[in-house]
């Protein structure tokens, strides 16, 4: 069974910097490619960032120069970290991916709020 645990989500104030990390529950090679979604109030939800097996990586152009995505391998994490922060990144971002059974797998989601 194939487990997804977000954190680093919190209130931070607009111009500020969060670090998201999600942790599997097994190696993160066995994922395809993983990557990290958020789902804004009212909003569909939006692919933020991947990066494959092979540690190719793809940014939205949204946020791609605000935003980067790395691996612990030995840890079995990803993390995203999140630069000048605006009031519209606010949404719940999810970590996931595709894995090798052929199913998509996310975690229950952590909430980044940027307000003043």
């Known amino acids: 069974h194939v487990q997804l645990v977000e954190s680093g989500g919190g209130l931070v104030q607009p111009g500020g910097s969060l670090r998201l990390s999600c942790v599997a529950s097994?190696?993160?090679?066995?994922?395809?490619?993983m990557g990290w979604c958020r789902r804004a109030p009212g909003k569909e939800r939006e692919l933020v960032a991947t990066?494959?097996?092979?540690?190719?990586?793809n940014y939205a152009d949204s946020v791609k120069s605000r935003i980067t995505i790395s691996r612990e391998i030995p840890n079995k994490v990803v993390n995203l970290q999140m630069n000048s922060l605006k009031p519209e990144n606010t949404a719940v971002y999810y970590c996931?991916?595709?894995?090798?059974?052929?199913?998509?797998?996310w975690g229950q989601g952590t909430q980044v709020t940027a307000s003043s």
């Open positions: 996931g991916g595709d894995y090798v059974d052929g199913n998509d797998y």
């Open positions: 097994g190696s993160i090679f066995s994922f395809n490619a």
């Open positions: 990066v494959s097996r092979g540690g190719g990586i």
